[in-house]
């Protein structure tokens, strides 16, 4: 398994990306909060990146492997996708 934690050129993009659509500002901050690991602040990359476990099994998946890096758009699609689930589960 590949190590999948983001390099700073993925994390810019996907900074970039998430800011130009407002409507997913406070899904992406929801879901950086839920899917930090404890204690990151104290440890590198001092990013609330999620675990690289987490990452290695949204990637498998999505890809049908786990060492198929992401993109800032699978980023943002699965944002959206995080926002309209939570807006049905309301109903």
Sequence with gaps: MK???PR???????????SRRPRL???AFRQM???APKGWLSRT??????APDYL???T??????????????DVVEYLMWCGDM???AQR
């Design 8 to 18: 700073s050129k993925f994390v810019l993009a996907v900074v970039i990306a998430v």
């Design 33 to 35: 909060v839920l899917l």
């Design 45 to 50: 990359p001092f990013l609330p990146v999620p």
């Design 86 to 88: 939570r807006r049905l």
């Design 60 to 73: 498998l998946t999505q890809y049908g492997s786990d060492d198929h890096p992401p993109t800032s758009r």
């Design 3 to 5: 190590r999948l934690i």
């Design 56 to 58: 290695a099994f949204r």
């Design 25 to 27: 500002w406070v899904t």
